[in-house]
């Protein structure tokens, strides 16, 4: 057998490097895979704990990072998104989830002279795995498939990794000075110790795990010595969640706080156990020594035991964090635009959570604009001062969500992120815009019938008659536009144009009637100045809703829009029928 060198060292830290530049490969493309649905998931399921241990284990395997999961966590519940008490059972069961990574690594371990078995070696079947990849990156053009093959890619160099790994260290186990050293873990606590630093240092007990199986690999390690380094591990994964709760609001620090407590309450339950059945008890497994499999075992059993025992109490996790971290007056102290809008940069880790996330804060806005809009045509003919300091209030709010989303999404446009996900970053950026567009117009319907407040002047019946009419179209274009864009509804967003033609046409009309009241001394032209601005704030509003559905149409079905708009208005037979029915009911209405 070769002696342990230098050189040794070298190969051992390369296959380290390859491990862990694997797993990050494999992750990032697990996570585009999964794409949005993470935080869709995440925010349904939370009614129940085993729904959310299940959910926790679930996007865990899919990920393949316990951290990258905690981090996720933290940053919802800063953006308000999810509450603490929702988060526990994630935690837990992502604890559970991150095993499967040492079970997928016990491969490594497999010896056979049969064809067939050998086969599930890593090192038989990485090399095919990773051609797989290749050709998939290089050859395919669909962006789903590129991300399965940079999973392949991830999982082959990984194994490759641990393969370099364990035959690096494999000389150690003729090595006196080696077995010197192991001596030392005979001490459980220096092994809870030696663990958790580790996995603290590198951030992922998945992969201090790997490495620990790598070390199996000398025949030196008895499940004694293992089980406490595992247990070890588990504590020091809580170090990236601590480090992403800096600079959070107090909810968002109660988690890491949480998963601290989870973790080192299993090992306080578990550590005297071992402690008593290796040193007291001597039962003989503790001597054993232990391979691949059996410290994968270990892993899963430890874990599943700490959930089974931990997750009844739950609700007292929840009330130490509570207590650890007390709640102050920050959080109301905050403008109502940033309790609102918090949108979390630990989010981007996971680009398509963060665009989810940034998609729920547009659809707030919109919500927001849309009650805002309607508010300011209510105020144009009774007008009401509380709800229109409520508007202009309102408007803030949403130049104060136009701001942040933007920054935003810039953010997430420098990550890597899916075809599906670039489409929504673009819809959003689009829509924005012409929400806070909107909102203006609302600001200028409000300064319009303050006007006429202070002046002591008003509309005549006929026409607050006429403007009713206008108004429902625009508040039916309003709806239509923002359920297009909130549902993802592109046969929706095709029937906004006919409308928005027809109120261009009613605007033009209700213009001629106002001027024939003009002309016969019917109407004032101060009032005639303010009944124009209304008109042409009504129509830029309907022009922005238009605007909205031709931005769906065009991301969609992938069309430019100015030759949509000029073909289906001159070819479109369902274009002309719809404009005509919408015609005849709002002119109807008019009693023309």
């Given at each position: 057998m070769t002696e342990f060198s230098i050189f040794s060292i070298f190969t051992m830290l390369g296959g380290l490097?390859?491990?862990?530049?694997?797993?990050?490969?494999?992750?990032?493309?697990?996570?585009?895979?999964?794409?949005?649905?993470?935080?869709?998931?995440l925010k349904k399921m939370t009614s129940n704990k085993i729904k959310s241990l299940l959910l926790g284990m679930g996007i865990t395997i899919a990920i393949q990072s316990s951290s990258a999961m905690t981090v996720m966590l933290v940053g919802l519940v800063n953006?308000?998104?999810?509450?603490?008490?929702?988060?526990?059972g994630v935690l837990m069961g992502s604890n559970i989830g991150t095993t499967l990574t040492a079970w997928l690594l016990s491969l490594a371990g497999v010896d056979s002279k049969n064809t067939f078995i050998?086969?599930?070696?890593?090192?038989?079947?990485?090399?095919?795995?990773?051609?797989?990849?290749?050709?998939?990156?290089?050859?395919?053009?669909?962006?789903?498939?590129?991300?399965?093959?940079?999973?392949?890619?991830?999982?082959?160099?990984?194994?490759?990794?641990?393969?370099?790994?364990?035959?690096?260290?494999?000389p150690l186990a003729d090595s006196p000075k080696f077995q010197e050293v192991l001596?030392?873990?005979?001490?459980?606590?220096?092994?809870?110790?030696?663990?958790?630093?580790?996995?603290?240092?590198?951030?992922?007990?998945?992969?201090?795990?790997?490495?620990?199986?790598?070390?199996?690999?000398?025949?030196?390690?008895?499940?004694?010595?293992?089980?406490?380094?595992?247990?070890?591990?588990?504590?020091?994964?809580?170090?990236?969640?601590?480090?992403?709760?800096?600079?959070?609001?107090?909810?968002?620090?109660?988690?890491?706080?949480?998963?601290?407590?989870?973790?080192?309450?299993?090992?306080?339950?578990?550590?005297?156990?071992?402690?008593?059945?290796?040193?007291?008890?001597?039962?003989?497994?503790?001597?054993?020594?232990?391979?691949?499999?059996?410290?994968?075992?270990?892993?899963?059993?430890?874990?599943?035991?700490?959930t089974l025992i931990l997750l009844?109490?739950?609700?007292?996790?929840?009330?130490?964090?509570?207590?650890?971290?007390?709640?102050?007056?920050?959080?109301?102290?905050?403008?109502?635009?940033?309790?609102?809008v918090r949108l979390d940069e630990r989010l981007l880790k996971t680009p398509a959570v963060a665009?989810?996330?940034?998609r729920g804060a547009t659809v707030e806005m919109a919500d927001l604009t849309k009650s805002t809009i309607i508010d300011a045509l209510d105020i144009i003919t009774v007008y009401d001062a509380a709800k229109a300091e409520e508007i202009s209030e309102n408007e803030n709010i949403i130049d104060y969500f136009e701001d942040k989303i933007n920054s935003y999404l810039v953010m997430i446009s420098k990550s890597s992120i899916t075809s599906e996900d670039s489409r929504k970053v673009s819809k959003m950026m689009h829509m924005v815009g012409n929400f806070e567009r909107i909102s203006?117009?609302?600001?200028?319907?409000?300064?319009?019938?303050?006007?006429?407040?202070?002046?002591?002047?008003?509309?005549?019946?006929?026409?607050?008659?006429?403007?009713?009419?206008?108004?429902?179209a625009i508040i039916e274009n309003l709806t239509m536009s923002f359920n297009a864009y909130i549902n993802d509804d592109i046969a929706l967003a095709h029937k906004i144009e006919p409308l928005e033609e027809v109120v261009d046409t009613l605007s033009e009309e209700l213009k001629a009637r106002h001027i024939r009241r003009l002309q016969n001394d019917e109407c004032t032209v101060e009032l005639g100045y303010i009944y124009q601005d209304i008109l042409t704030n009504l129509e830029r509003i309907s022009d922005h809703c238009a605007s909205i559905a031709g931005c769906i149409i065009e991301v969609d079905e992938k069309t430019d829009i100015h030759a949509y708009l000029h073909d289906v208005k001159k070819n479109d037979e369902t274009f002309r029928k719809e404009f005509r029915a919408y015609s005849e009911v709002y002119f109807l209405k008019l009693g023309k």
């Open positions: 490097a390859f491990f862990l530049y694997g797993m990050d490969v494999m992750s990032t493309g697990l996570e585009k895979l999964a794409g949005g649905k993470l935080e869709i998931v953006s308000g998104i999810m509450q603490l008490e929702q988060t526990v050998r086969m599930l070696k890593p090192e038989s079947f990485s090399p095919l795995i990773a051609l797989i990849g290749v050709l998939l990156i290089m050859a395919v053009k669909s962006s789903k498939k590129k991300d399965i093959g940079r999973i392949f890619v991830g999982f082959a160099i990984l194994m490759t990794g641990m393969t370099l790994m364990g035959d690096a260290v494999e001596t030392a873990f005979e001490n459980p606590i220096l092994g809870v110790i030696v663990g958790a630093v580790f996995t603290g240092i590198i951030q992922s007990s998945a992969a201090s795990v790997g490495i620990l199986q790598a070390f199996s690999a000398t025949g030196a390690l008895t499940y004694g010595m293992a089980l406490p380094i595992i247990m070890g591990q588990n504590i020091g994964t809580c170090v990236t969640a601590l480090i992403s709760s800096i600079g959070v609001s107090k909810n968002a620090k109660k988690v890491a706080v949480v998963h601290v407590l989870f973790n080192c309450l299993g090992t306080l339950i578990f550590l005297p156990i071992v402690i008593i059945l290796k040193d007291v008890i001597q039962i003989g497994l503790f001597s054993d020594t232990v391979g691949y499999l059996g410290i994968a075992v270990m892993h899963t059993i430890f874990n599943i035991l700490t009844p109490f739950s609700k007292y996790l929840v009330l130490v964090a509570n207590k650890v971290i007390k709640n102050n007056n920050d959080e109301e102290n905050l403008h109502e635009a940033e309790k609102r665009v989810e996330a940034c203006d117009h609302a600001v200028n319907l409000v300064e319009s019938a303050q006007e006429m407040k202070d002046k002591g002047i008003g509309f005549s019946e006929e026409c607050r008659q006429e403007l009713s009419v206008i108004t429902e």
